[in-house]
RNA sequence: GCGCCCGUAGCUCAGUGGAUAGAGCAACGGUUUUCUAAACCGUCGGUCGCAGGUUCGAAUCCUGCCGGGCGUACCA
């Protein structure tokens, strides 16, 4: 149990005779300033009415009795009803000697396991990935590994877009506008090209490539034998494409269901629906009305095709049958929202309402004149060249700062911390709010960003390396740990909370809980790095608990930002 | 029109109903014979869009208004 859940278990058990548990357990917060101690309970004030007591007599009634162990010492009552604890200096150094040989840094197992599906990236496999896909990326592999890394069961679902009227458009080109030597050489950007002819044409009001388009697609999904070869012939070198992205960005999925595998599915998920009489005809086209909602959820198109709706629900039905999962997360741009609200609400009528849904929505990526991201040309920026600029960004910076590595490894460090500077720009942000990419911004190696805490991690391990310090053995030893300067004790608490931040930003499905933790973490560890030599501390067993602390706070930042997909480097 | 999201320092943004609203960047000043200066310490900077309400307490919750973004039946 982390130390926040130990401290709100306990407030709880102190609750007076008609005061509300719960909410008085619930009420202990990390301390809002250093100097009201570690945690503080806020709940008397509001609970103190009920009992017709002041604020500040249930407080000391509270302080009196609440059973803290040798954790912490007696609450402080302090201002109209806070109760301050803190953390005994003796408890947190014990703590941390336990943690030195726990590989978890003090996660515990989850009182229940969750089996949680996790949706994202799903690109249209027809194009290059573009700088729009970076977000449900990133942000979905982040959450995945901090679901991991409390234990529950996650299954990561790419799912694809492979089967849409993008397809019916490329198909169209590929039939009128192709060029042959170019598909040859690459066959990606070929189809891409062919996409964005077909889509320009579309968007330029031109009728008949828009027709032609349709029909290529009902086609493709009626079986024609020539649209499912050429489907077949495009697929391979599409999914190698992006595959090569993920594996540079160290992405990983479990299953990779795109649409194409829902298709044979659809028309059964449309006769039961109807069957049930939850889907009926309106102006030619198949759909579910739902309470509250202007627009229905379309399931089939007057023209008989199925659409995104319709995979969608057979996706529902075959994950539930398949996993039974508790949870199912969209990682999705924000403005997929009424479609989200609208699949979950007849997910759930149509018997799936034991799965917790959520759309994780995220928002838009924007240019710094707060247009939706492009080139100079109009363009969308393609993914591989974004990472390339931000090592190569990082490769200048490394160049100048540290020309004593040799020229190999500083490549592989500037790709890491390129790729580091990308992720972490993105995580930091609360997902809600849009996100305007500032190039400066994303590959900027000071202040909060991925490198920072690179380097604080570097720095750690420079210390083994000058003091020739073996961690492990460190660790075995497993030093007495003293907290004598207050950048010593500031960082010691820090390290303790890692379990209650991954379990906070897991709930409330925000990396940027986590990357906030991480930065305030290499914050406190660089104070301390100024203020307490650790080689040459005065005496052996005080550089031994600095050591140890050290030790700590590098394995805090390397498994953190591994739960956000950044590695770490023991030089830089 | 209706729905969702947003409005916090010059800029980009954090902020689980709690105490004096915080970072980064920018600006200004300081720190290196000592473990990586990609760092640290300090200064400057705010009617938390506006107005009401709920509450012991509101940037946070509710209502209205103003401003912006997005979505709104056959793209996904």
């Not at 679902?157 to 089967?163: I, T, V």
Request: with cysteine.
């Amino acid at each position: 149990m982390n130390l926040l859940d130990r401290l709100r278990e306990s407030f709880a058990n102190a609750a007076p005779e008609g005061v509300d548990a719960a909410a008085l357990g619930n009420s202990v917060r990390p301390g809002t300033d250093a100097k009201f101690g570690d945690y503080q309970a806020n709940g008397c004030m509001a609970l103190a009415k009920s009992l017709g007591v002041s604020p500040r007599d249930l407080a000391a009634r509270v302080a009196e009795v609440v059973d803290l162990g040798d954790m912490a010492l007696k609450p402080e009552v302090a201002g109209p009803g806070f109760l301050n604890v803190r953390i005994r200096d003796d408890w947190i150094a014990r703590r941390l000697r336990e943690l030195l040989d726990d590989p978890t840094l003090g996660v515990a197992p989850p009182r229940r396991t969750r089996t949680v599906v996790i949706d994202f990236s799903s690109p249209n496999v027809a194009k290059p990935m573009h700088v729009g896909h970076i977000r449900s990326t990133v942000i979905g592999d982040c959450l995945a590994r901090l679901f991991e890394a409390l234990g529950h069961h996650v299954i990561r679902d790419n799912h694809l877009g492979d089967w849409g009227s993008q397809f019916g458009m490329i198909l169209w080109g590929w039939k009128n506008a192709r060029d042959d030597a170019a598909y040859a050489s690459s066959p990606v950007r070929e189809l891409a090209r062919l996409y964005r002819l077909a889509q320009s044409r579309i968007q330029g009001g031109d009728a008949g490539v828009e027709e032609a388009s349709r029909r290529e697609t009902a086609k493709l999904h009626a079986g024609d034998p020539e649209n499912r070869a050429l489907w077949q012939q495009f697929m391979p070198s599409c999914l190698e494409a992006i595959e090569a992205i993920y594996s540079r960005l160290g992405v990983r999925f479990d299953v990779r269901l795109g649409e194409s595998f829902y298709d044979p599915m659809l028309a059964g998920v449309v006769d039961d629906l109807t069957s049930r009489g939850f889907a009926v005809e309106s102006e030619g086209a198949t759909v579910v009305f739902v309470e509250g909602s202007k627009t229905p959820f379309m399931v089939r198109k007057s023209d008989g095709a199925f659409t995104y709706a319709t995979t969608d629900l057979a996706t529902i039905q075959y994950r539930v049958k398949t996993w039974n999962p508790d949870l199912m997360l969209y990682v999705v741009d924000h403005r997929q929202g009424d479609h989200f609200k609208l699949l979950f609400e007849v997910a759930r009528r149509w018997g799936f309402d034991r799965v917790d849904y959520r759309h994780v929505a995220f928002g838009t990526v924007l240019g710094a004149d707060r247009r939706p991201f492009k080139t100079r040309d109009g363009d969308v920026v393609g993914l591989e060249s974004l990472l390339d600029d931000a090592v190569s960004e990082a490769r200048a910076l490394i160049d100048a700062n540290s020309p004593d590595i040799d020229p190999d490894e500083r490549a592989r460090i500037a790709e890491t911390v390129g790729l580091a500077a990308i992720k972490y720009a993105d995580l930091s942000q609360n997902r809600l709010s849009d996100y305007v990419f500032d190039w400066k911004k994303m590959v900027a190696m000071n202040g909060n960003t991925g490198a920072y805490h690179q380097y604080a991690f570097a720095r750690i391990r420079s210390i083994f390396r000058k003091g020739e310090v073996d961690p492990y053995a460190l660790r075995s030893r497993r030093p007495e740990i003293t907290l004598g300067q207050p950048a010593e004790r500031a960082l010691a608490m820090q390290v303790l909370r890692f379990p209650e931040t991954l379990e906070l930003a897991a709930n409330e499905l925000k990396p940027n809980v986590l990357t906030d933790y991480l930065f305030e973490t290499a914050n406190r560890f660089s104070t301390f790095f100024e203020a307490c030599p650790v080689l040459k501390a005065e005496s052996a067993a005080l550089r031994d608990s600095r050591l140890a602390l050290s030790d700590l706070t590098a394995r805090v930042l390397e498994r953190g930002l591994g739960l956000l997909g950044i590695e770490v480097l023991e030089r830089m």
